[in-house]
């Protein structure tokens, strides 16, 4: 009877692993917003045309952001804080509107 059931047992682990396996790995979903005549998305450079306020270091704290690494910095495009390279303008980050406090 031992046998039966660690045989039951086993046969479930497996089976249940399998499908782990099986199951597809999702990615990160890719973050976009139409703002007028562009759209932001991560990884994308942000236009020129882009309206946009630098968030000056001693407000990172009031907007609840962490510091950027260093050649970063974050601005605010509308309602989306983006964190963004300065010598690229790549897009590495993106928040959606944050409470102010």
């Known amino acids: 009877m031992k046998k039966l059931i660690s045989a039951v047992a086993v046969a479930a682990m497996l089976g249940t692993a399998q499908f782990a396996v099986a199951a597809p790995v999702q990615a990160a979903p890719v ?25 000056n270091k001693k407000d990172y704290h009031r907007w609840h952001l962490k510091t950027p ?11 989306e804080f983006l964190m ?4 690229t303008g790549i897009i590495f980050s993106i928040l959606g509107a944050i409470a102010q406090h």
């Not at 690494?69 to 309602?79: D, F």
């Open 31 to 55: 973050i976009h917003m139409d703002k007028g005549d562009f759209q932001i998305k991560k990884g994308k450079k942000l236009p020129g045309s882009a309206k946009r306020v630098v968030i």
């Open 69 to 79: 690494p260093r050649g970063y910095q974050w601005v605010r495009v509308g309602n």
């Open 84 to 87: 963004v390279a300065i010598t």
